[in-house]
């Protein structure tokens, strides 16, 4: 049997399309790394994320599974929420587990914890409550009963959400590694969004990233030492606000903060690369980088266009929303001996599709509640022909819970605008009691500027009627 691959899957947090030279030549912020992993790898052109949001999009990599058929409807979860992923449906860690794989997960989880109150009870705060005064009510010395080590991490080490959204704070294994005291939004020099909240002792914001990428060396380096192949969830924090990049980045782009931020990530990306070509591993080790959905306007994107860059370039919209630049990102993997260097695929695939990959590599049947809405991108990785569409359909789902479906170039929205924030579903639903829709052929308009709804009333029927059945049916991709 041939030797079972490491697996190391990176996720950038609102970073967009046009953020990475490769996919954007117009790019104000170098990549060389990303850029040499593309050109080492496979870059994929039509790669989207399940939803334009970060917990939803996460909760979707970890189970292949779209994240409203959970009770995640919309909206994303804050520091203090409780656990989102399922305890009988298996992810992404615990089916690698079980193949023998040491597993682990460094970085920003945002998929809720089961965190208790000071009373000893299971912690209910309201998933929609963001005043973070709930936040004082936590036990924080008694850790979390259910996080990253409950879904099949061996080993973790987490902040529970964005580093602005309390509680601040490093888990490692569910235990907080210092207890929160004070209520301050964290040492932080930045003009970006922040909330206050309850925060650990000395934690600063601009020193995160680091510490979670010497983490994930230092993890890299004792599994080379073992005998086991390895899987590394390694979700960054960043460039979402807080925008800190470190001192020795900072000045490195002509557009500020973000892009400097950018230059960061990179590098990071290079960190982790080259330690795995240090321990002898680079040959066997499949790469995966993308983002969890497009840039934020948090990033303040006008002023950027201004400066000559477009995080979302050149897409319409941005994070939360239905149009292409809130969950169409890039995606590279690397594979030495598998992907073809240089390769490029224009297949429509989604970040619910990394569970099926893992099982097919693995050779595992993925059980009936597993991998719903997961395709394996084994076939595409290896460079084979597939004839037609990769994927039935693709649905999307916006920060306001409305959805959009994709089935080869055409696009239907159930929105009357973008479906992000300036569309509150609740609005919506009162303004215009039947959801309006939108068409876009892609192919002929990729930037969705004519809504062909009304000269297509049969293409809009059969779009709604498979997301309807996607909607009314558990599973959206074939067994097998």
Same mark, same amino acid.
Request: net charge negative.
């Given at each position: 049997m041939?030797?079972?691959?490491?697996i190391l899957?990176?996720l950038a947090?609102?970073?967009g399309?046009g953020d990475?030279?490769?996919?954007?030549?117009?790019?104000?912020?170098?990549?060389?790394?990303?850029d040499?992993m593309?050109?080492?790898?496979?870059?994929?052109?039509?790669s989207?994320?399940?939803?334009?949001?970060c917990?939803p999009?996460?909760?979707?990599i970890i189970?292949?599974?779209?994240?409203?058929?959970?009770?995640?409807?919309?909206?994303v979860?804050t520091?203090?929420?409780?656990f989102?992923?399922?305890?009988?449906?298996?992810?992404a860690a615990?089916?690698?587990?079980a193949?023998?794989y040491?597993?682990?997960?460094i970085?920003?989880w945002?998929l809720?914890?089961?965190?208790?109150?000071?009373?000893g009870?299971r912690?209910g705060?309201d998933a929609?409550?963001?005043s973070c005064?709930a936040?004082?009510r936590?036990?924080?010395?008694?850790g979390v009963?259910?996080?990253?080590?409950?879904?099949?991490?061996?080993y973790?080490?987490?902040?529970p959400s964005?580093?602005?959204?309390?509680?601040?704070?490093?888990?490692?294994?569910?235990r907080?590694t210092?207890?929160p005291?004070?209520?301050?939004?964290i040492?932080?020099?930045t003009?970006?969004?922040?909330?206050?909240?309850?925060?650990?002792?000395g934690l600063q914001?601009?020193d995160?990233?680091?510490?979670f990428?010497?983490?994930v060396?230092?993890?890299?380096?004792?599994?080379?030492?073992?005998?086991?192949p390895?899987?590394?969830?390694f979700?960054?924090?960043?460039p979402?606000?807080p925008?800190?990049?470190?001192?020795?980045?900072?000045g490195?782009?002509e557009?500020g903060?973000?892009g400097?931020?950018?230059?960061q990530?990179d590098?990071?990306?290079?960190?982790?690369l080259a330690t795995l070509?240090?321990?002898g591993l680079?040959?066997?080790t499949?790469v995966?980088?993308?983002?969890?959905?497009?840039?934020?306007p948090?990033?303040?994107?006008g002023?950027?266009?201004?400066?000559?860059?477009?995080p979302?370039?050149?897409w319409?919209g941005?994070?939360?929303?239905?149009?292409?630049?809130?969950?169409?990102?890039?995606l590279?993997a690397?594979w030495?001996?598998?992907v073809a260097?240089g390769?490029?695929?224009?297949?429509?695939?989604?970040?619910?599709?990394l569970?099926a990959? #893992?099982?097919?590599?693995t050779?595992t049947?993925?059980?009936e509640?597993?991998?719903?809405?997961?395709?394996s991108? #084994?076939?595409?990785?290896r460079?084979d022909?597939i004839?037609?569409?990769?994927?039935e359909a693709?649905?999307h789902h916006?920060?306001s819970?409305?959805?959009a479906?994709?089935?080869?170039?055409?696009?239907?929205l159930?929105?009357?605008?973008?479906?992000?924030w300036?569309?509150?579903?609740?609005?919506?639903?009162?303004?215009?009691?039947?959801?309006?829709?939108?068409?876009?052929?892609?192919a002929?308009d990729?930037?969705?500027?004519?809504?062909?709804a009304?000269?297509?009333?049969?293409k809009?029927?059969?779009?709604?009627?498979?997301?309807?059945r996607?909607?009314?049916?558990?599973?959206?991709a074939?067994r097998?």
């Open positions: 041939p030797k079972l691959p490491n899957y990176i947090d609102d970073m399309y990475i030279t490769c996919f954007n030549p117009n790019c104000k912020a170098p990549t060389p790394v990303l040499r593309a050109a080492e790898g496979m870059r994929f052109t039509d989207h994320t399940s939803s334009a949001v917990t999009t996460r909760y979707s189970t292949g599974r779209y994240n409203w058929r959970s009770w995640m409807q919309q909206g979860l520091g203090e929420s409780p989102l992923p399922e305890a009988d449906r298996p992810t615990s089916l690698l587990k193949h023998g040491a597993t682990a997960c970085g920003k945002h809720g914890l089961g965190w208790r109150d000071l009373d009870n912690f705060h929609n409550d963001w005064a936040a004082t936590i036990d924080y010395a008694k009963t259910e996080g990253p080590n409950s879904v099949g991490f061996d973790s080490f987490i902040i964005s580093l602005d959204i309390p509680p601040y704070v490093y888990l490692e294994n569910h907080c210092a207890i005291t004070e209520e301050n939004m040492g932080v020099d003009p970006y969004l922040m909330r206050r909240g309850m925060a650990a002792p914001a601009v995160v990233l680091p510490t990428t010497a983490k060396c230092a993890k890299i380096d004792e599994y080379a030492a073992g005998d086991k390895f899987f590394i969830y979700p960054l924090s960043a979402h606000t925008i800190v990049p470190a001192s020795a980045y900072r490195r782009t557009i903060l973000y400097d931020f950018v230059t990530i590098a990071i990306v290079g960190e982790v070509e240090a321990n680079a040959d066997n499949l995966v980088f993308t983002s969890d959905n497009g840039a934020s948090a990033a303040k994107l002023e950027l266009f201004l400066l000559g860059h477009e979302n370039r050149p319409r941005h994070k939360a929303d239905l149009y292409e630049g809130g969950h169409r990102t890039p590279i690397r030495p001996g598998v260097p390769s490029v695929c224009d297949q429509t695939i989604c970040t619910t599709d569970l990959t #893992l099982a097919e590599i050779g049947t993925l059980p509640n597993g991998g719903e809405d997961s395709y991108l #084994l076939p595409l990785l460079g022909a004839a037609g569409d990769f994927r693709t649905v916006s920060v819970g409305h959805f479906i994709r089935q080869g170039s055409w696009k239907l159930e929105a009357k605008g973008s479906g992000g300036s569309f509150p579903k609740e609005a919506e639903a009162k303004d215009w009691p039947i959801p309006p829709v939108q068409l876009y052929d892609l002929r990729p930037g969705e500027t004519t809504n062909l009304l000269a297509c009333p049969d809009v029927a059969e779009l709604q009627a498979l997301l309807n996607y909607r009314t049916e558990p599973r959206s074939p097998g």
